[in-house]
């Protein structure tokens, strides 16, 4: 209706050390809390050498547009089926595919703050995908918005996903956005028993570090193809959350060492 438009788009790419060419690789795109760019993101020396990392810098241009955080350097996460974030997303695809050998069924989506919104809603738009798939999503301190003018069109495809956050967090608050997120990837992946909610289920241990075998849990009853892992912090600061990340994320994506049997 307004006529084409575009925006300037920036992203930093990070390729494995010894990068080969002819070698289908994992990839992971990630995304800053407000007032980064993409080449402020984890750590993560984990995937230094198996992971294709694609840091992701929010629009300048478009920050002003922001629905909640108008000129605060966000992504344009909460503005539904109308964000900036699907064209950029799918341009950048097509490009990176271009140009980079990387296997389409493991590619992730991952952030912090703003980062894990936009992580958090191109899973549940792009899951499943018949064109460019998004895998499973890596979020820390973000959810799925609630609010019906700020929700995405999602799948009904399943997904696999890693959720960090502190439990009494009261910038983006666990009960109103992570726990959502995590109960519709529930109901899309099947998980037993059916009707199953974060707050009924059951959990196992998921070991994120030789040191850390209690900040994370899997759920039980989900399929083996698409793992879901929470990790809810005792802690009531909207924070990053280092520790449990860095060695958190390199060990969820290393459960899909291969390919999946998996048609789009």
């Not at 080449?39 to 984990?46: F, G, I, V, W």
């Not at 064209?87 to 980079?100: C, G, R, V």
């Not at 809603?121 to 460019?132: H, Q, T």
């Not at 529930?186 to 009707?195: M, Q, R, S």
Request: net charge negative.
């Amino acid at each position: 209706m307004c006529g084409p438009w575009s925006f300037l788009r920036e992203y930093f790419v990070q390729l494995p050390t010894g990068y080969d060419k002819t070698k289908a690789y994992p990839m992971l795109l990630e995304g800053p809390g407000c007032g980064g760019k993409g080449n402020n993101l984890y750590a993560l020396p984990d995937l230094a050498t198996s992971v294709i990392r694609v840091g992701l810098s929010p629009s300048v241009e478009a920050q002003a547009l922001h629905a909640t955080n108008p000129g605060q350097g966000c992504f344009d996460d909460k503005d539904g089926d109308n964000s900036v974030e699907w064209p950029f997303y799918e341009a950048l695809w097509d490009k990176l595919a271009s140009t980079l050998c990387f296997d389409a069924h493991r590619v992730f989506a991952g952030g912090n703050s703003s980062g894990a919104w936009l992580a958090n809603e191109l899973g549940c738009k792009y899951s499943g995908d018949a064109a460019r798939p998004i895998r499973g999503v890596l979020s820390n301190g973000g959810g799925l918005p609630t609010q019906r003018m700020y929700v995405p069109t999602c799948t009904t495809k399943p997904m696999s996903g890693f959720w960090s956050h502190s439990a009494s967090d009261t910038t983006d608050a666990i009960t109103v956005y992570d726990i959502p997120a995590m109960n519709r990837a529930l109901i899309v992946d099947g998980c037993v028993p059916t009707g199953v909610t974060y707050q009924n289920a059951m959990f196992d241990p998921f070991p994120v570090s030789a040191t850390d075998s209690t900040s994370c849990k899997k759920y039980q009853g989900c399929p083996a193809a698409t793992p879901l892992v929470i990790c809810s912090l005792p802690t009531n600061d909207h924070s990053a959350h280092d520790a449990v990340v860095n060695p958190g994320w390199p060990t969820f994506i290393k459960l899909f060492s291969t390919p999946p049997l998996l048609t789009p």
